[in-house]
């Protein structure tokens, strides 16, 4: 009876893990591009075998990942950070857009968008992100206790 409980709570950590790591690098790419005074892309994907974004200098589009979880650019574009959540760990990264850019120096994002990161079992996190590049966090269905129910 204990194990099942086991993985639900395993499950669940994992979930806030991987939502926290998405928050920081949202935090770093509007960070970034006000002190770099460049652009910095955040661009998600997503494939059979994982979830995937990428923050990149340069150009919207410029840098993507792979289907294996690489990060292939053209030109001079600097990764700055890629993150793989393999399908394996039950974890989904889906953003409504496929590419945010923070703006040099005001930290603005065009596109404005949403980031669900989702477990096998459905519970879910969501950051939105404004278009002053500021995130706030909440749970669709109200299963994650701590964030209030979007």
């Known amino acids: 009876m204990a194990i099942p409980s086991l993985g639900q709570l395993k499950q669940r950590q994992r979930l806030e893990l991987v939502a926290q790591t998405v928050m920081v690098n949202l935090q770093q ?3 970034e591009a006000i002190s770099q005074a460049d652009a910095v892309q955040l661009r998600f994907s997503r494939h059979p075998t994982g979830s995937c974004y990428i923050l990149h200098t340069g150009a919207s589009g ?3 990942c ?5 990060a292939t650019c053209s030109a001079n574009e600097r990764v700055m950070k890629l993150e793989w ?12 857009v496929a590419n945010m850019s ?3 120096r005001q930290g603005a994002v065009t596109s404005t968008g949403s980031i669900d990161i989702s477990a096998a079992n459905g519970d879910t996190i969501r950051h939105i992100v404004s278009i002053a590049g500021r995130v706030r966090s909440c749970s669709p269905s109200g299963g994650v206790k701590r964030f209030p129910r979007c």
Do not use: H, K, L
């Not at 792979?66 to 690489?70: A, R, V, Y």
């Open 102 to 104: 923070f703006q040099a």
């Open 66 to 70: 792979t289907p294996d979880g690489q």
């Open 85 to 96: 959540i393999p399908s394996t760990q039950n974890i989904a990264v889906r953003a409504n």
């Open 29 to 31: 790419a509007r960070s």
């Open 62 to 64: 410029e840098c993507s």
